[in-house]
């Protein structure tokens, strides 16, 4: 029953990512989709997506929560973590011990153990060769990704990504880019809007964002 669950909620996602391949499609919306998904398939406790900038700076764009505790830590990732070793690389990464990775990213160490995760992986964002940014995971259980979780993982960030630059001539560089600040000011307004929505309801982070994303939905918009 379970391996039937989680193949039911893999064909879903696979869906719902692929109907975001249209012209007119909301690309705040297909990511936060990714993390979502990811984290509920891969049953990990927090997910987020950081893309390039036109600074040349990963940039969180999604995420599983809008609290600052998350945000903090994917940013530490961003700076110095797998995060970066992996758009670095492009390839994934998997921290099984986030408690026993040594020295390697001293400050991301210290957050992510002290807000209870165990263990991260990051999977890159890529297309034709090039690393547009990386999908991170954390989970609070120690322990690797294993080998069909990891294929799931890049499955669905590469269906995303293609989502993402979809338009025929994505090749140039130009137009990946305007892609990529597209998502970024996006964020932007959101991170604004969430601000004003959150002081002036008295409502959390999340619950702002939740509110924003409903009103979208509901009326049709972006």
Not at 105 to 132: C, D, N, Y
Not at 146 to 168: M, N
Not at 185 to 197: D, H, Y
Request: proline share 2%.
């Amino acid at each position: 029953m379970a391996d039937f669950t989680r193949e039911a909620k893999l064909n879903r996602a696979f869906v719902k990512l692929t109907d975001t391949l249209t012209d007119d499609f909301d690309v705040v919306d297909l990511l936060q989709n990714l993390v979502e998904q990811c984290s509920d398939i891969l049953d990990t406790q927090a997910a987020g997506l950081m893309l390039l900038d036109g600074l040349g700076e990963l940039q969180l764009v999604a995420s599983t929560s809008e609290e600052t505790t998350l945000v903090e830590v994917m940013q530490l990732n961003a700076g110095a973590g797998p995060c970066v070793e992996c758009f670095t690389t492009g390839k994934p990464v998997t921290v099984g011990d986030i408690e026993r990775s040594g020295d390697r990213w001293p400050a991301f160490r210290l957050e992510a153990i002290r807000q209870g995760f165990k263990s991260v992986h990051a999977t890159p964002m890529r297309l034709r060769g090039q690393v547009l940014g990386a999908l991170n995971m954390f989970s609070i259980h120690v322990g690797e990704l294993v080998a069909a979780d990891v294929a799931v993982a890049q499955a669905l960030a590469d269906v995303a990504t293609i989502g993402l630059l979809q338009e025929r001539g994505s090749r140039e560089k130009t137009l990946v880019a305007a892609q990529l600040q597209r998502a970024l000011s996006s964020r932007i307004l959101i991170e604004q809007a969430k601000g004003v929505v959150s002081e002036s309801a008295g409502l959390t982070m999340d619950e702002a964002f939740a509110a924003l994303r409903k009103y979208a939905r509901d009326h049709n918009l972006t």
